[in-house]
């Protein structure tokens, strides 16, 4: 799920101050360090038990991020984001993440690409991981060198937590995991911008590489925000009929006049 540079131009700053830690985005210069390091004086805890760890999220979903920015507070770690595969690799050239969680679909192509190339990298990042919301999806990213699966919607903090420290070589750690499970809730904003980025791409005459794109997106939204109606509409532009993508652009419209609402 991708971005493009006029749906940049609809607002980035304000997703960049929810997600906190920062956020990086196809064309733009990431600042500050993000390797691994604790604060001063500080271990991980049963309350925060991936403290000192920095996860680089490969992700083009402004909502799915979100999801992985509030798992990733209440765990201790530090998020960074990147929504492309270009953007992951200018990124990795200058930055050693402890743990990588890379979407299958993304807007330059596929994130089986780039878990390979982690997979192969020296120093190889503590724990990789392939996210996606399609059918079969887990056996492509283990099939590419992942060390395990995120399953969309990525909601349970105990699951994220898991994930993680079940697959890193830290003995510390291995003992941790969250005292009680919680599930978070992502903002509705981002939500919103992930509907109007489905509504731009559809806008005009879409192409067939726009189109598959774009039902591979609204496909994944559906899963994270569990909403039927937007799995619907991804089936109808697969469908390459004109009815069906008239009905996916209205219900993409009624979408987002509720999500305005909220």
């Known amino acids: 799920?991708?971005?493009?540079?006029?749906?940049?131009?609809?607002?980035?700053?304000?997703?960049?101050?929810?997600?906190?830690?920062?956020?990086?985005?196809?064309?733009?210069?990431?600042?500050?360090?993000?390797?691994?390091?604790?604060?001063?004086?500080?271990?991980?805890?049963?309350?925060?038990?991936?403290?000192?760890?920095?996860?680089?999220?490969?992700?083009?979903?402004?909502?799915?991020?979100?999801?992985?920015?509030?798992?990733?507070?209440?765990?201790?770690?530090?998020?960074?984001?990147?929504?492309?595969?270009?953007?992951?690799?200018?990124?990795?050239?200058?930055?050693?993440?402890?743990?990588?969680?890379?979407?299958l679909g993304l807007p330059d192509g596929r994130g089986e690409a780039l878990i390979g190339a982690l997979h192969r990298r020296e120093p190889r990042p503590a724990v990789v991981l392939g996210s996606s919301g399609d059918d079969g999806a887990k056996l492509l990213a283990l099939r590419a060198g992942a060390d395990g699966f995120l399953a969309k919607p990525v909601a349970s903090l105990s699951a994220f937590q898991q994930a993680i420290l079940s697959r890193i070589n830290d003995p510390a750690r291995h003992a941790l995991r969250a005292l009680h499970d919680e599930t978070v809730h992502p903002d509705p904003l981002a939500l919103r911008d992930d509907l109007l980025h489905a509504a731009a791409m559809l806008a005009g005459r879409p192409d067939g590489a726009a189109l598959d794109y774009a039902a591979q997106f609204l496909r994944g939204l559906a899963r994270a925000a569990q909403d039927h109606g937007l799995e619907q509409a991804a089936g109808w532009l697969d469908a390459r009929d004109a009815g069906g993508l008239g009905r996916a652009r209205g219900l993409l419209q009624a979408r987002i006049r509720a999500a305005a609402r909220v």
Do not use: W
């Open 1 to 103: 799920m991708g971005r493009g540079r006029a749906a940049r131009k609809a607002g980035p700053g304000a997703f960049n101050r929810r997600l906190g830690q920062g956020a990086l985005y196809c064309g733009e210069k990431e600042t500050g360090m993000s390797d691994d390091m604790p604060p001063p004086g500080a271990l991980p805890s049963a309350g925060r038990p991936l403290l000192g760890l920095t996860v680089l999220a490969v992700e083009d979903s402004r909502f799915a991020c979100e999801a992985l920015r509030l798992l990733c507070l209440r765990s201790g770690a530090r998020l960074r984001r990147a929504d492309c595969l270009g953007a992951a690799r200018r990124h990795l050239r200058a930055y050693r993440p402890g743990v990588v969680i890379v979407d």
